[in-house]
Structures are given as C-alpha cells and as structure tokens.
C-alpha cells in the first residue's frame, strides 16, 4: 500500500508542477494605434510598392552583366537545346544501366555500361 501511495503522491506532484508553469492567457488586446484607416491604407500602399529591404543584395542597385555575345546567336542555341531529342532523360532512368549510344546527356563520354548479372 505504501508503494502505490508514494507513487501517487509523485504524479499528483509532477502534475502540480507542471500546472504551476503554464502561461496565462489575457484575452485580445484593446487597439492602441493613433492612425485613421485611411492613413494606415496610405502606408501600407508605399510599403507595398517600395523595394524589399530584407531581400538579399538590396542596396546594391542594379548589376549589369557585360556579355560578349550577341542576342541572336544565344536564342538560336537555346531554340536547339530545347528541340534536342534526349533534353530531359539522365542517366539513372535507362534500364538495367544500359545507356542507348544515341543518349549525349551529361556525365556521358560515348561508353555503355551495362549492370553485373
């Protein structure tokens, strides 16, 4: 009997504790701003269109890239890249790790691998 009422006196006391550390909760605090609607509207209609300050890289400004390519000539090979038969396929989904000799993705310098049986 003694066991059972130590044990019981252990919970009721952990409980006690663990109920003596619980927050409180004051309920939805009243209003206290002095702006109108209408000029919280206007203040947050110029945070809307200024810049992000907590983006990355906000005060440098605009960065320009000099490129020595024209236009033209960097359309043309993305319009190839995208028409190439094989654009999208990696290695890892051929069967049996057999790569078609036609496959001139990444990570391919012309062999066939084929898995141990």
Not at 12 to 19: E, K, Q
Not at 62 to 80: F, G, Q
């Amino acid at each position: 009997m003694k066991t059972s009422q130590i044990i019981a006196a252990a919970t009721l006391s952990l409980l006690a504790a663990a109920g003596a550390q619980a927050e409180t909760y004051d309920g939805v605090h009243a209003l206290t701003s002095a702006n109108s609607r209408a000029e919280v509207s206007a203040q947050a209609a110029v945070a809307a269109h200024s810049a992000n300050p907590y983006a990355e890289g906000y005060n440098n400004g605009v960065t320009t890239i000099a490129s020595t390519r024209d236009r033209s000539s960097v359309r043309s090979e993305a319009v190839a890249a995208a028409h190439r038969p094989n654009q999208n396929v990696r290695i890892e989904s051929f069967a049996n790790s057999v790569i078609p000799p036609q496959f001139t993705g990444p990570r391919t310098s012309g062999t066939t691998r084929q898995a141990a049986l």
